[in-house]
Nanobody
């Protein structure tokens, strides 16, 4: 299973980016998919998740600004990030977890929020 993340870049505070995570198999085969991020010198943290039933959850600090969604026809999960802040800077990783608890990771995409 491969997860291909893309969409990162440099954006000014208040700007927007949309990250994509394309899976090599049907995203319904995962029990849940999500996005994590790792800032320099910090541990990786969970940011947002979506279950196979479509329910979503968010880290408190991104709730209301980020939206996770999935497109089954493209086997892709998205993370729409609005009102970006410098503290959102980091490498963003997509994750897919199977019903048996196996985790698959994408390669990471850099998001830098800076003026």
């Amino acid at each position: 299973v491969q997860l291909q993340a893309s969409g990162g870049g440099l954006v000014q505070p208040g700007g927007s980016l949309r990250l994509s995570c394309e899976a090599s198999r049907n995203i319904f085969s995962f029990d849940a998919m999500g996005w994590y991020r790792q800032a320099p010198g910090k541990q990786r943290e969970w940011v947002a998740g979506i279950s196979s039933a479509g329910s979503t959850n968010y880290l408190v600090s991104v709730k209301g600004r980020f939206t996770i969604s999935g497109d089954v026809s493209k086997d892709t999960v998205y993370l729409q990030m609005n009102s970006l802040k410098p503290e959102d800077t980091g490498v963003y990783y997509c994750n897919g977890r199977t019903k048996l608890g196996y985790n698959f990771w994408g390669q990471g995409t850099q998001v830098t929020v800076s003026s």
